[in-house]
């Protein structure tokens, strides 16, 4: 079975710096989908970014990019000059291509200080 | 584009009364929806999958006959919890595959907060 692991509960930045949020992943599968999903206070899930699998460049959307490493089976988010609107729960995932089940991480709880 | 309406927000009820949580996208079609739970400072654990004009699918654990669900129409499915508990207590959120050019993203409803007292 997959399983999605995120080994830090809580991580911190300051405003403007940059910060690292990690994932693995465990799969015998090929062909998968990744994600990176915010959940604000208002607790609505919110789609940073995505990377196919079988797409060895990495993923960026503006400040956030990803470092894919497959062989590796790990996902990492990392967001540039961080905001203040970026603390929030992040959730790692991950989707067989052939379904739409997703499995979340645990997820990290990203707080950005001023 | 692509909202998923999720109604209501927050619901409180007494135990052993039935609640129903409404799941809408409202500008697109979906063929499938998703049914999540997620209890205070944890994960998204998937309890159901939403087929339209067809049977839920219910993962390992979940009580089908607790939490039925039906997907009626392609903008709408919904999740009743019969004969609700306070174990039942928890954030219930949606999410809905887009029919067409959108159908790689999964899109999620604002969430449910269930209280049963």
């Known amino acids: 079975a997959q399983t999605v692991t995120q080994s830090q509960p809580e991580m911190s930045v300051q405003e403007a710096e940059t910060v690292t949020l990690s994932c693995t992943y465990d799969?015998?599968?090929?062909?998968?989908?990744l994600f990176w999903y915010k959940q604000p206070p208002s607790r609505q899930m919110i789609l940073v970014i995505r990377q196919e699998a079988y797409k060895q460049q990495n993923a960026t959307e503006n400040r956030f990019s990803v470092n894919f490493q497959k062989a590796a089976k790990s996902f990492s988010l990392k967001i540039s000059d961080s905001q203040l609107g970026d603390a929030a729960m992040y959730f790692c995932?991950?989707?067989?291509?052939?379904?739409?089940?997703?499995?979340f991480g645990t997820g990290t709880r990203l707080k950005v200080l001023a | 584009g692509a909202v998923v309406s999720q109604h209501p927000s927050w619901v409180i009820c007494k135990s052993g009364t039935s609640v129903k949580i409404e799941c809408r996208s409202l500008?697109?079609?979906?063929?499938?929806m998703f049914w999540y739970r997620q209890f205070p400072k944890q994960s998204l654990m998937l309890m159901a999958t939403s087929n339209e004009g067809s049977k839920a699918t219910y993962e390992q654990g979940v009580e089908k006959d607790k939490f039925l669900i039906n997907h009626a129409s392609l903008t709408l499915s919904t999740l009743t919890v019969t004969s609700a508990h306070p174990e039942d207590s928890s954030f219930y959120i949606c999410?809905?595959?887009?029919?067409?050019?959108?159908?790689?993203?999964?899109?999620f409803g604002s969430g449910t907060q269930l209280s049963v007292l």
């Open positions: 799969t015998s599968e090929s062909d998968y989908y």
């Open positions: 500008d697109f079609q979906a063929t499938t």
């Open positions: 995932a991950y989707r067989d291509a052939g379904t739409y089940k997703y499995i």
């Open positions: 999410s809905a595959r887009p029919i067409g050019g959108l159908n790689e993203k999964l899109f």
